[in-house]
């Protein structure tokens, strides 16, 4: 079966965070998919293809305001739809 909607371009830097100005809404609508160092990531909070990075949770940990602590790996980064 063919999807007939029209996918949004995946963009350079892209939040899972509401709040960030990195966030596009339109994109979370379909399922998106995360190679970091040539092996897909499940746990990714953000990323930037064109400076090579991504961010993860750590653990369980979370700030005062009760947001996932994140931690930023660097290496090669490219996403894709499912």
């Known amino acids: ?5 029209q996918r949004p371009d995946l963009p350079d830097h892209l939040s899972s965070d509401a709040r ?6 339109a994109v979370f609508e379909h399922d998106v998919g995360i190679f970091f ?3 897909e990531r499940f746990d990714v909070q ?3 293809i064109s400076e090579g990075w991504i961010k993860v949770p750590v653990g ?5 305001k009760g947001n996932p602590l ?6 090669t980064v490219s996403a894709f739809y499912k």
């Open 1 to 5: 079966m063919l999807d007939t909607t």
């Open 20 to 25: 960030s100005p990195h966030h596009v809404a």
């Open 37 to 39: 160092k040539d092996t």
């Open 46 to 48: 953000e990323y930037c």
């Open 60 to 64: 369980n940990k979370v700030d005062r």
């Open 70 to 75: 994140t931690i930023k790996l660097k290496g």
